[in-house]
């Protein structure tokens, strides 16, 4: 039977699937999950509808992905939306495999899929029910109906798709700002690409860009409607100051515990961050866009949380050794999407302290860049080289990513030993012991859900703001509100004060609190921290680290 090269690309997909299908089939332990993803669709569901949550920052971001997500958590599901993020990373595979058949082949188009479905920081995603891999998915799109946009002559139905897959990446997440902002930029370089006429045209590259840009704001639209008459501010809570300049302070449990203004300013910050947090240098901060794709460690902001693969800083610039040799439309796709992946790239880099999660929407135009520089670098070898070296050329071609690969799949791998999900799926552990595992707090919100009435308030201090299991209504703080305590003059004040807000109970994480309260001085405010948890709080319940205190009236 003749070999058919596919077949291998082929079985690695299907490798990739089936593990990553395993994978999903767990409750959800992730921490954007838990304080954000999950947490608000479970809260509207009990709400029964849409509704403001000021005490949870991360409501008012936009939230097409999580709208799927509530429909699976009403199914009584919570582990359906892994895979529901999972299929847009399919999605996305599927993209890029159409569009490199139309410019390669068969072979090659599902290397390109295999490719994208193996880099570690898709992998990691495609695990989680987190929104990345939709906006992954919704700015690929984009990008492919562009590129049909110029194919087919500037077909304004064309242009209205690409728009309104932009404007479901801006309603995913908001780094679809950026998104926005770029492929606005491109539409008049990408208009007058290859004629002299139509570069001397002014009003219709403009007018084509106009188009766009209010298409894709109207898909984007109901979430800004939401936020304008919520907080006045279409894009909350990013750039409030400029919206609104005298807004107030945030209510106690806004996200991570700080204003909602702190996010206006870590643009100017990140620099400051790498040097006094991570003790960079200047030049190794300079160096971030590069560091990136080599450096990246799943769980270590200081190394970006996440990983890349150095294929994808590689093989792209074989593509562009052979770039003269290509069809022009081809050639200024290539340009298209290198622009789009180092502008991109270079303006987060630029706007907030790095993570790889954050630049993902260059994994697919880099794949598919990296797809084609190995194709064309294969076929040089076949057609140029002598045949004893291009027998070498072929061996270590096919040495170098195999030994890439190999590392993809010793990191799926390794996410079998970290999720452990073999024990759950055969039964071996219940969901409650599963989630303790990774989730110490559990059992402290169990009994709460349990044994509180419906009626408590919960403030979790030190708790990271993991609220999805809970079902009384939680607040969290990195610490006892400072102007509660400011403001009393008593242990008795500070429980009254907390009543009058509504608090009848406190879930609080030792280490933490303990940590803290060792590296205070011995002030007014430690001392009176102390005091109301001695004799104004009862403890009712303890495990694993974490205690559950009463405040007495």
């Excluded at 994978?23 to 569901?45: Q, S």
């Excluded at 769980?299 to 074989?318: I, T, Y």
Aim: glycine share 6%; with cysteine; aromatic share 16%.
């Amino acid at each position: 039977m003749k070999y058919k090269p596919y077949i291998i690309p082929a079985v690695l997909i299907l490798f990739y699937v089936t593990a990553v299908c395993i994978l999903c089939a767990v409750p959800p332990v992730a921490r954007d999950a838990l304080t954000h993803h999950l947490y608000v669709p479970k809260l509207y569901l009990r709400h029964g509808g849409i509704y403001e949550i000021p005490r949870i920052t991360f409501s008012y971001y936009p939230m097409n992905l999580e709208m799927l997500y509530l429909a699976a958590l009403y199914l009584g599901s919570d582990i359906l939306p892994a895979y529901i993020h999972f299929a847009f990373a399919l999605m996305t595979a599927f993209l890029i495999f159409r569009y490199l058949k139309n410019r390669l082949n068969l072979c090659f188009a599902l290397y390109g899929g295999m490719f994208f479905l193996s880099v570690p920081v898709i992998v990691k995603l495609s695990i989680t029910a987190y929104v990345d891999l939709g906006l992954i998915f919704f700015t690929t799109f984009s990008l492919y109906w562009l590129f049909k946009w110029l194919e087919n002559d500037f077909c304004l139905r064309c242009l209205a798709i690409s728009a309104a897959g932009c404007g479901l990446a801006l309603g995913t997440k908001y780094n679809g700002l950026l998104v926005l902002f770029l492929l606005t930029l491109f539409i008049p370089f990408a208009y007058g690409n290859g004629s002299a006429e139509r570069r001397r045209r002014f009003f219709k590259p403009l007018g084509f860009s106009v188009v766009f840009f209010l298409i894709s704001l109207s898909v984007y639209s109901p979430w800004m409607i939401r936020d304008v008459l919520w907080k006045h501010n279409p894009v909350y809570p990013l750039y409030n100051s400029w919206f609104n300049p005298a807004a107030p302070a945030a209510v106690i449990g806004a996200e991570s515990g700080r204003n909602s203004h702190d996010l206006d300013h870590l643009p100017f910050n990140q620099f400051l961050i790498r040097k006094y947090v991570y003790h960079e240098s200047w030049w190794q901060t300079l160096l971030i866009p590069l560091r990136v794709f080599f450096e990246g460690q799943d769980d270590q902001p200081a190394h970006f949380d996440g990983r890349l693969s150095p294929l994808l800083f590689f093989l792209p610039f074989f593509g562009f050794f052979f770039i003269r040799e290509k069809p022009e439309p081809v050639q200024f796709e290539m340009k298209l999407l290198l622009a789009f992946s180092v502008l991109y790239l270079l303006f987060a880099f630029a706007l907030t302290d790095m993570r790889i999660r954050y630049i993902a929407p260059i994994v697919p135009p880099l794949v598919i860049l990296s797809i084609i520089g190995l194709h064309d670098l294969w076929r040089w070898i076949q057609s140029s080289a002598p045949q004893i070296r291009k027998g070498w050329g072929v061996a270590m071609i096919c040495t170098g990513v195999v030994a890439f690969f190999a590392l993809h799949v010793s990191y799926l791998t390794r996410q079998f030993s970290i999720v452990q999900p073999l024990p759950y799926i055969r039964g071996d552990i219940r969901r409650d012991a599963y989630i303790t595992r990774y989730r110490p707090e559990f059992p402290a919100i169990e009994f709460i859900n349990r044994h509180l009435p419906a009626t408590a308030q919960i403030l979790a201090l030190w708790l990271g703001d993991r609220g999805y299991y809970f079902d009384r209504k939680v607040f969290f703080a990195l610490k006892l509100p400072e102007t509660i305590i400011d403001q009393s003059d008593s242990p008795e004040s500070v429980a009254l004060a907390l009543h009058r807000m509504g608090i009848s109970h406190i879930l609080v994480r030792y280490d933490l609190m303990n940590d803290w309260l060792s590296r205070q001085p011995d002030t007014h405010d430690k001392m009176m921290l102390i005091s109301f948890f001695q004799h104004n709080t009862r403890l009712i319940f303890s495990k694993l680290g974490h205690g559950v205190y009463e405040i007495l009236r």
